[in-house]
């Protein structure tokens, strides 16, 4: 995608948010700028949607997205690429294939880390683990003790990467499989308390490994009516998350909500709908002392 045309896309995100209750920050060529891009519930949707199919006429695609995601890297190579789970399940692909495809697209779109969604779960933990040799890049999720299963050692509660000096910590949480999911197949996977769980690595991560920005990537869904934990609760319940990438409602942001943490400060909450219909980007600008500003939105995959 030319410069241009991305530019038009994202116009709908013009407005710079100061994070951590700074005052507004002017941006200067020697600012780091750090890109965050993401998607979740993209359901093994791997071909666009076709001419005929209504408001996702001609959108998506894996090719259509790795096109673009490079164009963004060459933009700016100190990118990060996650997703937010719920990777299988959804097309042919996945009854076929099992998830060996999805996770062997996504390597070759060199994902940086992923979490887990639900549905990933739905060819068994024996499904999952069977895939995971195609998926070069990490799952992270700190809320599922995978101890008594196939599946334990083969999640991190979280990593740490380095982009211009820029310490990003990203850490994951997974919805509660208990009424999702057949209990044959999570099998004795426990679920711990995500709130809990987020309060004890994001804290990790700022205080112990030293990370400028904080990234959790969640499938707890965005937001509830009922008192069920999602995204915008996480944000107001915790104190060191700088941006909650979510998942599982499939809730289409035109840029990321801004919410109040427990210090007072800005959190930014982003989720781009499904099936790899939107690209989301964030932007975080760091100043010398690396107080951070940032902008965000989604960009359509066409």
């Known amino acids: 995608m030319k410069r241009k045309e991305f530019i038009q896309n ?16 002017s941006l200067k060529p020697a600012e ?5 891009l993401h998607t979740n519930d993209v359901h093994s949707h791997i071909e666009p949607f076709g001419p005929d199919e209504g408001r996702n006429a001609n959108l998506g695609g894996v090719a259509r997205r790795a096109s673009l995601i490079e164009s963004i890297r060459q933009e700016n190579p100190n990118t990060l690429l996650l997703d937010a789970g719920d990777i299988f399940q959804g097309t042919p692909y996945f009854n076929f294939y099992g998830g060996e495809l999805e996770f062997k697209l996504m390597s070759k779109l060199k994902y940086d880390a992923a979490t887990l969604g639900n549905h990933d779960f739905d060819n ?7 895939q995971l040799p195609h998926a070069d890049f990490d799952f ?56 809990e769980m987020a309060t004890e690595v994001s804290s990790k991560l700022k205080n112990e490994e030293n990370c400028d920005l904080v990234i959790c990537l969640s499938h707890l869904g965005y937001e509830y009516k009922s008192n069920k934990i999602s995204d915008v609760k996480l944000a107001r319940a915790t104190e060191n998350i700088d941006l909650i990438i979510g998942g599982h409602t499939h809730t289409f942001l035109e840029k990321p909500s801004v919410e109040t943490n427990k210090a007072g400060k800005k959190v930014l909450v982003n989720q781009v709908g499904c099936y790899g219909l939107y690209l989301g980007r964030v932007d975080f600008f760091l100043d010398s002392q690396n107080n951070i500003k940032a902008d965000g939105a989604k960009v359509a995959v066409r």
């Open 140 to 195: 992270v999720i700190s809320n599922y003790d995978f101890s008594n299963t196939i599946m334990d050692g083969k999640t991190r509660d979280y990593r740490v990467f380095n982009k211009d000096g820029v310490k990003i910590g990203v850490f994951g949480l997974g919805i509660e499989l208990q009424g999702l999911v057949n209990d044959k197949l999570f099998k004795e996977t426990r679920y711990l308390d995500p709130v």
């Open 124 to 130: 068994g933990i024996e499904g999952l683990y069977a």
């Open 10 to 25: 994202t116009a709908a995100a013009t407005a710079f948010l100061s994070l951590g209750g700074l005052s507004a920050l």
């Open 32 to 36: 780091k700028h750090i890109t965050i």
